[in-house]
């Protein structure tokens, strides 16, 4: 199949299976275990079952609510001025939360084509179809579709966002101009889009052609620097985070938010004061109890497993990330010194690393914003499983004139036959 009909096919495909998901949930919301929103709201008989709220959505609802009315915002509903926007924008305009819903599907499916550029550029057309229809698949990440929360358009986004932030390399300055916008949006939706342009960042000094590494640990200071007067000067990142209470969080050994079976004994602090310096003499003093809640917090993370959950939801949790995550370690090994993988890296590295320094959810949605880059890897895992049998196979019964590799990235040499 030559790789235009494979792109065509693949995505369509994954269109398809999306789409399904979508349909299933929003006809049987009760499938997932993620409770619904039971708070007093004026809105909240008014939407149908399928559309689903949790203890967020007032955040977002009455953020847009104040917007709409000229009030300020209240808490931490700044730190999500984006969503709040859609969110404005949806009521304004009739659209209601149906509209939200509808918003975030249609740009889960402007995800896929990214998603599959990534794939390719990775490991070559096999790798980009392979991913997409693994994504598309995968029924825990699209029922958040039908949430009215920043989880589903945060994480579609970010696929658009890092697949934007590969091709400027290679297509000219206003590709590379446009990544700027594109930082700031991201960010809008949820605060953890600010780790994304740190990491990238990171990435890009150290990876900078023929700079000394003292001009490579300057420009890290200088990072460093930057990103912490963001926070201070940003009120609504800054708030965002005071209200997160990371600082207790620590102390209190907190692994799953707000699940005391997960926490872990810590050492007594000296000061329970919400004390950023503190905290940093906390954690030298402590090394080794703070690097074991970080590995519980990271293990939370990737473990995906959860008491709360039904058995079924966690056999199905089982029987879908081991293979994928064991899949991923060839396809790593193959790919981890091309620019674009080191890219998916680096924006992996972010997301867990704000989970190892704060801690996991209980319905573990912050593994689903960086998941599809992570697949990228499984698929060309899996990609190169599929050519090593074949070229098996071939070697058994004799490879056929004509024959051709049509894996990687250089795909397109003819094999020679004997």
Known sequence: MDEARLRRTSLGLAVALLAGWVGVFLCRPGLHAEGGYAGNAPWRDQVPRGIRMAGDTPRYVHGAENLLAGEPWEE???????????????????????????????VAFLALPCLYGLGRRVGGPGTGALAVLLHAANPDPAVWHTFILTDSLYASSLIVFVWLYVEAWDRGWWWRVSVVPATVVLASIRPNGWIVPVALGVHAILTAGRWSWRLRLACLTGLGVLGLATVVGLSGLRRGIEAEHPIQMLYQGEVVWRSAPWRLQMPAPETTDEDWLAAGVYILRHPVACARLAAARMGALFGRVRPAHSLKHNLLVLCIYPPLYLLAIPGLRGAWRRREAQIL?????????????????????????????????????????????????????????GSGDTGGPGAGRRRKTT
């Open 76 to 106: 931490k509903e700044g730190s999500y001025v984006g969503y709040v926007v859609l969110v404005a924008a949806c009521l304004r305009t009739g659209a209601g939360l149906y509209g939200v819903v509808a918003f975030q599907i249609l």
């Open 345 to 401: 890296l680096a924006v992996i590295a972010g997301h867990v690393l704000t989970v190892m320094l704060t801690f996991d959810d209980q319905n573990g949605r912050f593994f689903l914003y960086f998941w599809p880059e992570l697949l990228v890897f499984s698929a060309a895992g899996a990609a190169g499983l599929l050519r090593s049998t074949s070229a098996a196979e071939l070697g058994e019964g004799g490879a056929s004139p």
